[in-house]
């Protein structure tokens, strides 16, 4: 938007509130629905959160809407105080409208029992026979063949949460898989860690109508799609940590609400937005991961010399 309007912009500092009647240049991908205002009569117990997610609207703009000063989003708002609500018809809804492709069973036993982790992420290496992410099209599309090998723990859990996220989440779009590890791990730029091969960088899914890129905007990436795909390798139960930016921590937060996940249960998952102070969560602040996840696998049962870090350095 800047770079279509850069004389127009000239003056106008980055993140802050455009001019109002300023008319800018908008290079469309398509021409949106408009959208259209609702007046909702709030219930006992809502919060600015809950009825924003109910609504598909940031928290924000619902703020703003209503001039609402109140700095905790999960304030309950006056019961029966009408608020207006500006509904977007253009926000496309990918996940869960019907069952993806059913999981087969020839997936994993394919896979060799073969290769083992050892050491730490950030200073290990694969023991054993190497094993390379399968390539099957319904589930993820491979980038690199030659960092594409993992211990046969991770690369079965990684092939699990895909078939089950697909199958679940019915979501269509492609989702590359990044790097791995090397077939026999150790160090390869530009990361530290991916040695032991339980480390894997997955590109975030993006909505229909864009392409997918290195580091893309937070508008441009499905985050519903995102959150289904992370609660599906949570689901797995061999998740050590996941690292995302925090800037993009918080469209996820409200993505997994609009699905059902709750505060608590997010306040134990998402670093944002801190509301326990622990730091403990699974999801942590990475810089540089702004278009990908970077999740990281558990040592599995038959990993004696596999190791953890206690810190989330080393990514």
């Not at 709030?42 to 598909?56: F, K, L, N, P, S």
């Not at 990044?178 to 860690?193: L, Y």
Request: with cysteine; proline share 7%; charged share 25%.
């Amino acid at each position: 938007m800047r770079e279509w309007n850069d004389e127009l912009l000239a003056k106008q500092k980055p993140r802050t509130h455009l001019r109002e009647g300023i008319e800018l240049r908008v290079k469309a991908n398509r021409l949106p629905p408009a959208r259209y205002a609702i007046t909702h009569a709030v219930a006992d117990g809502q919060t600015w959160e809950t009825i924003a997610v109910d609504h598909r609207v940031d928290v924000r703009d619902l703020k703003a809407y209503n001039g609402s000063s109140d700095v905790d989003s999960m304030t309950p708002v006056e019961l029966g105080r009408e608020l207006t609500i500006w509904i977007d018809p253009a926000i496309d809804w990918t996940v869960f409208h019907q069952l993806g492709p059913a999981i087969d069973p020839t997936w994993f036993s394919a896979i060799p029992d073969t290769a083992r982790s050892h050491g730490h992420p950030n200073r290990g290496k694969i023991r054993g026979e190497p094993v390379l992410l399968p390539e099957i099209p319904d589930l993820y599309t491979r980038r690199f063949d030659r960092i594409a090998h993992g211990s046969s723990h991770a690369i079965k859990t990684i092939v699990t949460a895909f078939a089950t996220f697909r199958h679940e989440s019915g979501y269509a779009g492609e989702i590359l898989v990044g790097s791995i590890a090397r077939p026999n791990g150790g160090r390869f730029a530009p990361h530290k860690s991916h040695q032991s091969g339980r480390d894997v960088d997955i590109r975030l899914p993006m909505l229909p109508w864009f392409e997918t890129t290195i580091s893309p905007g937070a508008e441009e990436v499905d985050w519903r799609a995102v959150w289904a795909l992370i609660d599906a390798f949570l689901a797995t139960g061999e998740v050590e940590m996941i690292f995302l930016d925090n800037d993009l921590q918080r469209p996820l937060y409200y993505a997994a609400l609009s699905l059902g996940a709750t505060p608590e249960e997010l306040d134990r998952i998402i670093t944002w937005p801190r509301r326990d102070g622990k730091g403990k969560q699974l999801i942590r602040h990475a810089r540089g991961h702004d278009g990908h996840i970077h999740v990281r696998i558990k040592c599995g049962d038959d990993e004696p010399s596999c190791r953890t870090h206690r810190r989330s350095a080393g990514i």
